[in-house]
Nanobody, 122 residues
Framework: QVQLVESGGGLVQPGGSLRLSCAAS????????MGWYRQAPGKQRELVAY???????NYISSVKGRFTISRDNAKDTAYLQMDSLKPEDTAVYYC????????????????WGQGTQVTVSS
């Protein structure tokens, strides 16, 4: 059974940085796409960024140029480096694993970790 454990959140001032980690177990990490989602109070959970097994990355426009997703297959861990943080980045951040088909579409597993809180405030 897939298990995901997020860590690295915290309170940071606007313009600051955080690096989130997602440790995966119970699956073959190297064949999974990995994604980071976030959910702000009163809003739907949204996909922020993902990295494929070929290390191709994709970001929503609001974080492009500020966030960097990466993966370390030797450690079964995905990361989200967040720079130039803004108050609107405040949310609980979750990671998720998914399987890619030959066409490049990703089927995300219905498994969530506990999330990690990111608060950007002065």
């Amino acid at each position: 059974q897939v298990q995901l454990v997020e860590s690295g959140g915290g309170l940071v001032q606007p313009g600051g940085s955080l690096r989130l980690s997602c440790a995966a177990s119970g699956t073959i990490f190297s064949i999974q796409a990995m994604g980071w989602y976030r959910q702000a109070p009163g809003k739907q959970r949204e996909l922020v960024a993902y990295v494929t097994t070929e290390r191709e990355t994709n970001y929503i426009s609001s974080v492009k140029g500020r966030f960097t997703i990466s993966r370390d297959n030797a450690k079964d861990t995905a990361y989200l480096q967040m720079d130039s943080l803004k108050p609107e980045d405040t949310a609980v951040y979750y990671c998720r694993a998914g399987l890619e088909n030959p066409a490049g579409d990703i089927s995300w597993r219905d498994v969530w970790g506990q999330g990690t809180q990111v608060t950007v405030s002065s």
